[in-house]
């Protein structure tokens, strides 16, 4: 899983041509599951903003004792909150 991407990495990481990515990236803009972070037609960055808030409620609920940081405080550092 890759929740930030371009379309070059995309093609690297599914084995697709990147004409076929890129179809793919502006169908998932589309039915916002992808949105673009970078402006411009070169070098532009995607993000997955769900698989994002998704890994983040993990890493605070594997980072507090009792699983839920409302509860109990982290005992490492953590990533804020959505």
């Given at each position: 899983?890759?929740?930030?991407?371009?379309v070059?990495s995309?093609?690297?990481?599914?084995?697709?041509s990147?004409?076929?990515?890129?179809?793919a990236?502006?169908?998932?803009?589309?039915a916002?599951?992808?949105?673009?972070v970078?402006?411009?037609?070169?070098?532009?960055?995607f993000?997955?903003?769900e698989?994002?808030?998704?890994?983040?409620y993990?890493?605070?609920?594997?980072?507090?004792?009792?699983?839920?940081?409302?509860?109990?405080?982290?005992?490492?550092r953590?990533?804020?909150g959505?």
């Open positions: 899983m890759a929740p930030v991407l371009t070059r995309a093609a690297a990481l599914t084995g697709r990147a004409q076929a990515v890129n179809e990236v502006h169908r998932l803009v589309d916002d599951v992808l949105r673009q970078t402006v411009g037609r070169r070098n532009r960055a993000e997955a903003p698989a994002i808030d998704a890994f983040t993990l890493e605070r609920r594997l980072a507090s004792p009792h699983g839920d940081t409302l509860l109990s405080p982290p005992r490492r953590t990533p804020r959505p």
